[in-house]
């Protein structure tokens, strides 16, 4: 069956890094899209960066522009989200997302915690 199993998330100081993976399995991921979404408590879910099928194109959202990175490996099926000069306003519960044309899968997400 389809499967997204997020990890690396935690509690993090200000300014600190993280790493998130997203581990894909019974779908062919290299036909997918993939995306990070996060939703912070009391707000609505938020897509972060988004990277193509190939990898070559990436996309993020203005607040985390230079200071996060997308990226995947096709051959492992996986997807990453680099996590750097973390700020307490990233705290979320991170998701990854899989999409091509109507077919969309989700994982159960990953909590970051940015505190002092």
């Known amino acids: 069956q389809v499967q997204l199993v997020e990890s690396g998330g935690g509690l993090v100081q200000p300014g600190g890094s993280l790493r998130l993976s997203c581990a894909a399995s019974?779908?062919?991921?290299?036909?997918?899209?993939m995306r990070w979404y996060r939703q912070a408590p009391g707000k609505e879910r938020e897509l972060v960066a988004d990277?193509?099928?190939?990898?070559?194109?990436?996309n993020y959202v203005d607040s985390v522009k230079g200071r996060f990175t997308i990226s995947r490996d096709n051959a492992k099926n996986t997807v990453y989200l680099q996590m750097n000069s973390l700020k307490p306003e990233d705290t979320a519960v991170y998701y990854c997302n899989a999409a091509y044309f109507t077919n969309i899968y989700w994982g159960q997400g990953t909590q970051v915690t940015v505190s002092s």
């Open positions: 990277i193509s099928e190939s990898g070559i194109r990436t």
């Open positions: 019974g779908f062919t991921f290299r036909r997918y899209a």
